[in-house]
């Protein structure tokens, strides 16, 4: 068993270990969490969740598939998708209770600044959301999550050839799109005929 693996089966049974594995990534998962979502409430339920996950599956952990950050974005996707299906289901009933989690001031802060720091990137996944998901998904992780092609391949579960074909069509497009989006074409004003 390696550094990577010893540490992150680890977090499961050892409080230290968890805080540790923590500290080094809840910078990480933050940011993934804000590119994603805007509103500070969810992010910070949505960053507990990813975190309550990894410990459920610590012992999954194999360092030949990816780096531990890797791993880790991985289940933030599985948790992000499980629950924005879940918000979908439950907004009725949110909206009857009409109330949210307290937050205190500083940590309400902490979130806002976090998700204004990224609404450039925000802007760039609205682009993304043009592309198929089997491509958007390689190039979020790589050039928004900052995995290497291999991890990406790892979390996505394809060949790194294929991750590198995918996102080099998906930075094209992306590309395309965000130019058609800063130019829209002129308006056309037609003469009136008599």
Known sequence: MNDDEGLVASIARDPDALEAFYREHVGAVGRFVARRVDD???????????????????????????????????????????????????????????????????????????????????????????????????????ALDGLTVTDAAAVLGVKPATARVRLHRSRARVDQLIQAAACPPPIRIQEATS
Request: aromatic share 6%; charged share 35%; proline share 4%.
């Open 40 to 142: 500070p409430h969810w992010a910070a339920d949505l960053t507990t969740d990813i975190f309550l996950a990894a410990v459920d599956a610590a012992e999954s952990y194999r360092p030949s598939r990816g780096t531990p950050t890797g791993w880790l974005y991985g289940i933030a996707r599985n948790v992000l998708a499980d629950q924005v299906r879940r918000r979908a289901r439950e907004r009725a009933a949110l909206q009857r209770a009409g109330g949210r989690r307290h937050l205190e001031g500083d940590a309400l802060a902490r979130i806002e600044e976090r998700i204004d720091a990224e609404r450039e990137l925000r802007e760039v996944y609205r682009a993304l959301a043009e592309l198929p998901e089997r491509d958007r998904r390689v190039i979020e992780l790589v």
